[in-house]
């Protein structure tokens, strides 16, 4: 009787495992889909009189993370505007790291910065995104995004702060909490925020992309109230 119960056991074990790993396998493809769709023609925007004129904010010092990226990404887009929130601030604040997914990043941007109103775009197509960036820089206002950076030798997720768009120059400008600026092709930059250029990227992150927890082609606008 005993050995029966344990092989039925063990039986619901291996059903479960194998469900989990099939809807696993189809969160991955339909990623893939996704991920996909985000790449589309941008090169129409190299020669639209709409994007003609590079855009630059100024003033954004890139610094080297002590806590997170995300905090430094705010204590950055603070000194931009005047303030004096920094990393320490902010983890003294809490007593931890809050903004760990994009939404939370969103959510203590709007905390932080009542002055702005920040929004989520997530799943932009390129030129979407590029569309976005551009309007925001060109009122002024730097850009927080999601991307793949490296540290040292290793990819990483990571919050950056757009300063830069050269559409038809073919270049743009990331203050990086790694503490460096980068100035890199259209490409590039949309390779990153694809996440494409993560090489060899661990299957539990894939999943968190899959899932939701995470999200490409994403970016945080802040657009003044007053």
């Not at 939370?104 to 799943?123: H, I, L, V």
């Not at 038809?168 to 990331?174: E, H, L, W």
Request: charged share 20%; glycine share 8%; aromatic share 12%.
């Amino acid at each position: 009787m005993k050995s029966r119960a344990l092989k039925g056991v063990a039986i619901a074990i291996v059903a479960i495992v194998a469900a989990l790993a099939c809807i696993a396998a189809i969160a991955l493809v339909m990623l893939q889909g996704r991920t996909d769709a985000l790449r589309d023609d941008y090169s129409r925007m190299l020669t639209d009189a709409k994007y003609s004129a590079p855009v630059q904010v100024k003033g954004v010092e890139a610094i080297t993370q002590d806590v997170s990226c995300g905090y430094a990404v705010i204590e950055m887009f603070s000194a931009w505007n005047g303030g004096s929130i920094t990393e320490k601030s902010l983890y003294d604040e809490y007593g931890k790291v809050v903004t760990s997914t994009g939404q939370s990043f969103c959510d203590e941007m709007n905390k932080q910065f009542p002055g702005f109103a920040t929004t989520m775009r997530k799943y932009l197509t390129d030129s979407e995104l590029l569309a976005a960036v551009y309007a925001s820089l060109a009122e002024g206002v730097p850009v927080p995004i999601e991307w793949a950076a490296k540290q040292g030798d290793e990819w990483t997720l990571h919050y950056s702060l757009a300063t830069g768009l050269d559409i038809p120059g073919n270049k743009v400008t990331v203050a990086n909490p790694y503490g460096y600026v980068e100035e890199i092709s259209l490409d590039e930059f949309l390779s990153r925020t694809r996440f494409d250029a993560y090489e060899n990227m661990p299957l539990f992150l894939k999943l968190g992309f899959a899932f939701g927890i995470f999200e490409k082609n994403t970016v945080f606008i802040p657009e003044r109230t007053a």
